[in-house]
């Protein structure tokens, strides 16, 4: 299994930016596909963004499109989340997640075995 610590989160004024870092310990970070999401008050954990394993594919909530950058560095076991240009309605606890090769689809939840303990980002309206 993997062990995943975000970090990064925080208050930011609308419009500006936040990076995102998730650091993977435990198995083979490369092994597995990662993902973005998130949960705001009341409301459903919801997609953000994944990453393949190994071509780096990326795909995104379309909310996010534009702003929101997923990457990852396979050789330090590290996955980011470079977020510009934020709205107030980009408020929610952001967690990263883990997607075993060949399990479910990159944007179900339930598809994602190893989860992180998240981070608070807040952007005031």
């Known amino acids: 299994q993997v062990q995943l610590v975000e970090s990064g989160g925080g208050l930011v004024q609308a419009g500006g930016s936040l990076r995102l870092s998730c650091a993977a310990s435990?198995?083979?970070?490369?092994?597995?596909?990662m993902g973005w999401f998130r949960q705001a008050p009341g409301k459903e954990r919801e997609f953000v963004a994944a990453?393949?394993?190994?071509?780096?594919?990326?795909y995104y909530v379309d909310s996010v499109k534009g702003r929101f950058t997923i990457s990852r560095d396979n050789a330090k076991n590290m996955l980011f989340l470079q977020m510009d240009s934020l709205k107030p309605e980009d408020t929610a606890v952001y967690y990263c997640a883990a997607r075993p090769a060949g399990s479910g689809s990159y944007y179900l939840s339930d598809s994602y075995a190893y989860w992180g303990q998240g981070t608070q980002v807040t952007v005031p309206s």
């Open positions: 990453i393949s394993r190994i071509t780096g594919s990326t």
């Open positions: 435990g198995r083979t970070f490369s092994i597995y596909h």
